[in-house]
Nanobody, 122 residues
Framework: QLIESGGGLVQAGNSLRLTCTAS????????MAWFRQAPGKEREFVAS????????VYADSVKGRSFIARDNDKKMVYLRLNDLKSEDTAVYFC?????????????????WGQGTQVTVSS
């Protein structure tokens, strides 16, 4: 099971950190990722981190103002978003990849969290 936290209402220009906590064997030795889905849009990739944290991948929309990290001992994955924009408003989903390498599309995901809402006000 993957549980996201840290979402909420934030002002544009501010930052927030999302946390994903895995339970049981859900974490495994797999890559982890964040996706998001804005109202009326399809879910899209945001960021991914490989099992050993050696490979980080970001969507162009958040590159340079986001950072993904993981703590394998705690079974947690973090996503920090800086300089938030109205277009960052979405439900953010934590996801586990099928492999240890980076996961950048939904076909590579085998576990999903329920999502946490992030709303950016201007």
């Amino acid at each position: 099971q993957l549980i996201e936290s840290g979402g909420g209402l934030v002002q544009a220009g501010n930052s927030l950190r999302l946390t994903c906590t895995a339970s049981g064997r859900t974490f495994g030795t797999k890559a982890m990722a964040w996706f998001r889905q804005a109202p009326g849009k399809e879910r899209e990739f945001v960021a991914s981190i490989s099992w050993g944290s050696g490979t980080l991948v970001y969507a162009d929309s958040v590159k340079g103002r986001s950072f993904i990290a993981r703590d394998n001992d705690k079974k947690m994955v973090y996503l920090r978003l800086n300089d938030l924009k109205s277009e960052d408003t979405a439900v953010y989903f934590c996801a586990r990849g099928k492999e240890a390498v980076e996961t950048t599309n939904e076909a590579e995901v085998d576990y999903w969290g329920q999502g946490t809402q992030v709303t950016v006000s201007s």
